[in-house]
């Protein structure tokens, strides 16, 4: 019987094939590492503590306004990025023992002339219920030695209006304690810059 001509692998000499994959995976290897970018570990502030607040129909809405800051002992030639967080818990004290419908806790944020909402979270009565929100921060103050980001949160009640008389409820009240935390990063920048530091706080 004819013997089945090999196959073009079959005839590479086994430490051709081994050199080839090698040569192949280093290739991926360094397509990854030109396509990711570097970025230092997250330096956070410390955690801001809000005031507490209440919303009720007549005040409806609470905005804060918090202020970030990134400095470092030397010039920052890198831009800068991260987020904040914000912590909430609501407690929902219903206007009438028995409510139709069940109000919830918005967070949203200032973009230019406009806001756009982040999270919206159901309330349940007399219970304090936990809402967590995140602002992204962009790249900034790669030119000088400190930047400064303004965050506008925006605090709502959203009420559902009662499906049988087409009426918006009474939503009674709602009480809220709320904290703020940044995290930031330098980025095209392996390690944490000497002396970088990040604050938040309300002006």
């Known amino acids: 019987m004819r013997r089945a001509r090999p196959s073009v692998f079959e005839r590479i000499p086994t430490p051709a094939r081994t ?4 040569l192949v995976l280093l290739m991926a290897c360094a397509s990854v590492v030109a396509t990711s970018r570097a970025r230092s570990e997250d ?9 507490p607040f209440r919303l009720t129909t007549e005040t409806g809405r609470v905005t804060r306004t918090l202020v970030v ?20 818990k609501a407690k929902w004290t219903p206007g009438n023992p028995t409510p139709a419908t069940k109000p919830s806790l918005v967070i949203s944020y200032v973009h230019g002339d406009a806001f756009y909402e982040d999270l919206r979270s159901v309330l349940e009565p007399d219970v304090a219920v936990t809402v967590e929100s995140v602002k ?3 790249e900034r103050c790669s030119e000088g030695q400190g930047c400064e980001w303004t965050v506008q949160a925006i605090f709502d009640i ?15 009240t709602i009480d809220v304690e709320w904290t703020a935390q940044a995290f930031m990063r ?9 002396g ?3 604050s938040l706080s309300e002006p």
Do not use: C
Not at 158 to 172: E, F, H, K, L, W
């Open 196 to 198: 970088f530091t990040v």
């Open 158 to 172: 959203g009420i559902q209006s009662d499906a049988d008389s087409g009426t918006v409820a009474d939503p009674g």
């Open 69 to 88: 800051r990134a400095s470092a002992t030397k010039k920052l030639s890198d831009p800068v990025e991260g987020e904040v967080r914000i912590q909430a």
């Open 19 to 22: 050199w080839a994959s090698r």
């Open 136 to 138: 992204y921060l962009d």
């Open 43 to 51: 330096v956070a502030s410390p955690v801001h503590t809000g005031t």
């Open 186 to 194: 330098v980025l095209d920048e392996s390690n944490v810059p000497k």
